[in-house]
């Protein structure tokens, strides 16, 4: 009979889980979704797929589930990026594409992305921030991410 050696098994587990394991943090590209969307951008031509993550919040009507916010938050600040404005942890794949692409003719996504970083904040009508209205550190930080991308915005 094979004796199951349970320590070491659970440490590999242990490992594994957090090698792998989800992304969540303050920061505009401190999550999964955020990190998922940033894949979309890098194999877009142009900026249809930031267009339509900022109006998946400012076109519905509907409660804004938190991956479509953080999506959303995730477009604004490639705005703010193209705008010469970007994050000062933007990463490199988003500062390869802003490189190669322009606001040229698509100005109403700055006010498309003002209006993200508005929407998102309001508990009542999003998932991500009654998440962070969880921590009231927390919250503060990711309000204060928020209102620096409101600024390199305007």
């Not at 009979?1 to 070491?8: G, L, W």
């Not at 962070?132 to 390199?152: F, G, I, P, T, Y």
């Given at each position: 009979?094979?004796?199951?050696?349970?320590?070491?098994f659970c440490a590999a587990?242990?490992?594994?889980?957090?090698?792998?394991?989800?992304?969540?943090?303050?920061?505009?590209?401190?999550?999964?979704?955020?990190?998922?969307?940033?894949?979309?951008?890098?194999?877009?031509?142009?900026?249809?797929?930031?267009?339509?993550?900022?109006?998946?919040?400012?076109?519905?009507?509907?409660?804004?589930?938190?991956?479509?916010?953080?999506?959303?938050?995730?477009?604004?600040?490639?705005?703010?990026?193209?705008?010469?404005?970007?994050?000062?942890?933007?990463?490199?794949?988003?500062?390869?594409?802003?490189?190669?692409?322009?606001?040229?003719?698509?100005?109403?996504?700055?006010?498309?992305?003002?209006?993200?970083?508005?929407?998102?904040?309001?508990?009542r009508d999003s998932e991500?921030?009654?998440?962070?209205?969880?921590?009231?550190?927390?919250?503060?930080?990711?309000?204060?991410?928020?209102?620096?991308?409101?600024?390199?915005?305007?």
């Open positions: 009979m094979k004796t199951f050696k349970f320590v070491p587990l242990f490992i594994s889980l957090n090698a792998y394991g989800g992304a969540w943090d303050v920061g505009p590209f401190d999550n999964d979704d955020a990190l998922d969307w940033v894949w979309e951008l890098t194999e877009s031509a142009d900026l249809s797929v930031v267009e339509a993550a900022l109006k998946s919040v400012t076109e519905s009507s509907s409660y804004i589930q938190a991956p479509t916010a953080t999506s959303a938050i995730a477009a604004a600040e490639v705005v703010a990026a193209l705008k010469g404005k970007p994050h000062a942890q933007l990463p490199e794949e988003v500062a390869s594409w802003v490189k190669a692409h322009s606001l040229d003719g698509k100005e109403q996504l700055v006010e498309l992305a003002l209006q993200v970083t508005t929407r998102v904040q309001d508990v991500l921030a009654q998440l962070w209205s969880d921590s009231a550190e927390l919250r503060e930080s990711w309000v204060s991410e928020l209102s620096d991308l409101k600024q390199r915005l305007q």
